[in-house]
T-cell receptor, first 113, second 112 residues
Framework: DAGITQSPRYKITETGRQVTLMCHQT?????MFWYRQDLGHGLRLIYY???????DKGEVPDGYVVSRSKTENFPLTLESATRSQTSVYFC????????????FGQGTRLTVV | GQQVMQIPQYQHVQEGEDFTTYCNSS?????IQWYKQRPGGHPVFLIQ?????EVKKQKRLTFQFGEAKKNSSLHITATQTTDVGTYFC????????????FGTGTRLQVTL
């Protein structure tokens, strides 16, 4: 199916564990983004990628790692999960960052216990 | 860094009343986008404004971009229950490496 998909939709993990959130888009968009959404903070950019093998930090990158070996995939890894990383994570893609609309995935609700 | 604030954080209206949310940036923007997120859903693009003083309408929604390109507003006339959700503005700075920065959002609740 065309679009942008995230997996899993829901995840519960323990403090200290590594967890990877997946994001896949079928439009061949150049740009992909990871945001976290917390009450009172809106959407905060974690990392973004302008193309395969090009990634850059956003507003809140600490504790997260990304990679982009293929244009269509942009996984986000929490190397050692902490309770403060409990959040809803959204992946998004766009043709040109800030100039064209961003398309968001359905989100992953992550709970760190 | 660039900061984008929205007010109010929350507004509760009766169906049929008007609603306005305001977006203010700490720096001049090259453009601004608006998104709507339904409860439990993901943000969905509504519109983009580029020119100073630009006004665009989508049915009952009116979007404005300030003359100084540092603020924007979204006005909904005669709200309906289908308007419920959180409205985000997202501004792009003027530098070549600028990214889209989302505002804090305004949650709209509409009751009959």
């Amino acid at each position: 199916d065309a679009g942008i998909t995230q997996s899993p939709r829901y995840k519960i993990t323990e403090t200290g564990r590594q967890v990877t959130l997946m994001c896949h888009q079928t439009w061949s968009h150049s740009y992909m983004f990871w945001y976290r959404q917390d009450l009172g903070h809106g959407l905060r950019l974690i990392y973004y990628s302008a193309a395969a093998d090009i990634t850059d930090k956003g507003e809140v990158p600490d504790g997260y790692v990304v990679s982009r070996s293929k244009t269509e995939n942009f996984p986000l890894t929490l190397e050692s999960a902490t309770r403060s990383q409990t959040s809803v994570y959204f992946c998004a893609s766009s043709d040109r960052t800030g100039y064209t609309e961003a398309f968001f995935g359905q989100g992953t609700r992550l709970t760190v216990v | 860094g660039q900061q984008v604030m929205q007010i109010p954080q929350y507004q509760h209206v009766q169906e049929g009343e008007d609603f306005t949310t305001y977006c203010n940036s700490s720096t001049t923007l090259s453009n601004i986008q608006w998104y709507k997120q339904r409860p439990g859903g993901h943000p969905v693009f509504l519109i983009q404004l580029v020119k100073s003083g630009e006004v665009k309408k989508q049915k009952r929604l009116t979007f404005q971009f300030g003359e100084a390109k540092k603020n924007s507003s979204l006005h909904i006339t005669a709200t309906q229950t289908t308007d419920v959700g959180t409205y985000f503005c997202a501004g792009r700075g003027t530098g070549t490496a600028s990214k889209l920065t989302f505002g804090t959002g305004t949650r709209l609740q509409v009751t009959l």
